[in-house]
């Protein structure tokens, strides 16, 4: 094999390694931004008239079936004085809303069966659906002003949240709490009680157990899929290469014989390739070495 030969075939295994790469990269974190986006504007479409303190359901269209969400509204006064429990989520009094504004809109998502394709945790598998809640400035016009996120501070005790109240099934392991930040970064947090995570922001929440067995059969299979084409590749290789020569060195034998039979007066078809003397049989023979075609249709 020449050397610009080599050279192709090394980089399409290059690019089919980087497509590869491609496929399994994740997109999660656009398409959250995304859903946050329109959960908010289906909000305001669909509740016009709010009354402070009562809970919404908001409905949303059949692309989004498994998904729920839940809206209040209320005075950032009474928040700050009583807090507010619901759901998994128990808010504490004392936890102050920034930017200080009268109203806000507590946004509550369970991405239930959606969870995994917006969040995932490498090398650990979510025991929950993702739970969310988010904040938002709350106006006159609008049941949230979705331009308008408010963060909390926590002057007292931390946000509870408590998934018991979600069917679990964590056998061995201890599960661990995770929070998904807005930037779409991991952190991790020992429960403080069972199956009780602290929070100190909103955000969005689940609890993940290592994922051993699913770990170590994914890296199996991927270590043995590259192995098995490296592998492959090389003996391939060294096959041809192995086989040329053998063809070379045996046309040799046969030409010096050729030769010394033709100098007998016998005749017989020659061709001269660079500086080899070869008999017509051996280009045949030759012919079928590696071709780059073969290549593309993998
Ligand atoms: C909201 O939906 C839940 C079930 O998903 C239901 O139990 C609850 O009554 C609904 N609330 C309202 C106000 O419709
Ligand atoms: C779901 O449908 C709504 C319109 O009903 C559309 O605005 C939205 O982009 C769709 N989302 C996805 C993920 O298909
Ligand atoms: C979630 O479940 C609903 C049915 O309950 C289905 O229509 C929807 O396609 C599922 N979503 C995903 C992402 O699998
Ligand atoms: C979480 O708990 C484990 C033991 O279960 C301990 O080894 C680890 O240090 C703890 N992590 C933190 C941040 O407390």
Redesign the pocket.
Known sequence: MDHQKWWQVKSLFVSLMFLSSLVKGSKSYEDHESLENFLCKQVNKEIVKPRTGVFYNISLP?NY??IKVRVVRLRAASFFVRGVSFSLFNIPPHVVPQPNRKRMTILYENL???SS?YYNVPNYKMLTPVFGFTAYTSSESAFLDDNEKMNFIIEGNPIKIRFSHVGLHAKNDTPICVKFSDDGSVEFKNMTKPYVCEAYSTGHYTLVVPSHKEKSENQRFNKGLVLGFVIGFVGLVVLVLVLVALVKAADRKRIRKFERNSEGGEPFDTFWIGETKLPLASMIRTQPVLENDDFAHY
Do not use: L, P, Y
Request: charged letters at 0%; a neutral charge; glycine letters at 28%.
């Open positions: 059949s079936t498994g239930g069966n959606w394709h």
